[in-house]
């Protein structure tokens, strides 16, 4: 059974950190770009960050210097490491394998 499964969100004062996770099974997932998109109340989904199966990462301007994303083959596992937390990163978060597997998203609110 494909899937992702989120977890790592929650509440946090602006300046703090939270890591997220995405535990990816029933798929390699290194073969595949992995990436992280966020949905506010009452805005459309958006990128925040990606990585593809050599390594190489992206991110929106929004998070650049703030959040980092990486992803541990051995456990099959993504994150996404994020500091110096905004009010304006208030959002669902999602994990994403090559654009077509989602997983059900984890809250973040600060």
């Known amino acids: 059974h494909v899937q992702l499964v989120e977890s790592g969100g929650g509440s946090v004062q602006a300046g703090g950190s939270l890591r997220l996770s995405c535990a990816a099974s029933?798929?390699?997932?290194?073969?595949?770009?992995m990436g992280w998109f966020r949905q506010a109340p009452g805005k459309e989904r958006e990128g925040v960050a990606g990585i593809d199966s050599n390594g190489r990462t992206r991110y929106a301007d929004s998070v650049k210097g703030r959040f980092t994303i990486s992803q541990d083959n051995a456990k099959s596992t993504l994150y996404l490491q994020m500091n110096n937390l905004k009010t304006e990163d208030t959002a669902r978060y999602y994990c994403?394998?090559?654009?077509?597997?989602w997983g059900q998203g984890t809250q973040v609110t600060v």
């Open positions: 029933g798929f390699t997932s290194n073969r595949y770009r």
């Open positions: 994403v394998a090559a654009l077509q597997i």
